[in-house]
């Protein structure tokens, strides 16, 4: 099942930037996420105990970027897809994050990136055959 939860626009100000002057301040970030995950529980229970609750996600989120504090979008941008795989029930993740003051002349910059939690049957290794 190919179900999605998403989040737009999630505004956060927070410390990113590779440059000292960008370490000085605070900067606005936007953050877009689709998350992949089966609701057909959720759905036949009518359960929020069965869903990805969005609120939850867009609290982790923030808070992440403030610990973090990286220096780079991308590296935050993979920060936050590890933690939301490893601690939501999706299989996947479509993560932007812009950075909308970062060049004058642009609406928005930043990065998507998208993660796949690894299936259980990937983290096994195959038995060396050699002799």
Same mark, same amino acid.
């Given at each position: *099942? /190919? ?9 956060? #100000? ?5 440059? /000292? ?13 689709? *998350?992949?995950?089966? *609701? ?12 990805? #609750?969005?609120?939850?996600?867009? $609290?982790? *989120? ?7 504090? +990286?220096?780079?979008? $991308?590296?935050? +941008?993979?920060?936050?897809? $590890? ?10 993740? +479509? ?11 642009? +609406? /928005? ?23």
């Amino acid at each position: *099942m /190919s179900d999605i939860v998403f989040i737009q626009g999630l505004q956060i #100000n927070t410390l990113i930037g590779v440059y /000292s002057w960008e370490r000085a301040i605070k900067q606005q970030l936007i953050i877009d996420a689709e *998350m992949v995950c089966d *609701m057909s529980r959720a759905i036949l229970d009518d359960d929020v105990a069965h869903v990805i #609750n969005y609120k939850t996600v867009c $609290e982790d *989120m923030e808070r992440l970027c403030h610990e973090i504090q +990286a220096e780079l979008i $991308e590296t935050l +941008a993979d920060k936050i897809a $590890e933690y939301v795989l490893t601690h939501y029930p999706c299989s996947q993740i +479509a993560l932007t994050i812009h950075k909308p003051n970062a060049i004058k002349q642009a +609406a /928005s910059v930043g990065v998507k990136i998208v993660r796949t939690k690894p299936s259980a049957t990937s983290k096994h290794t195959q038995p060396n055959t050699t002799p």
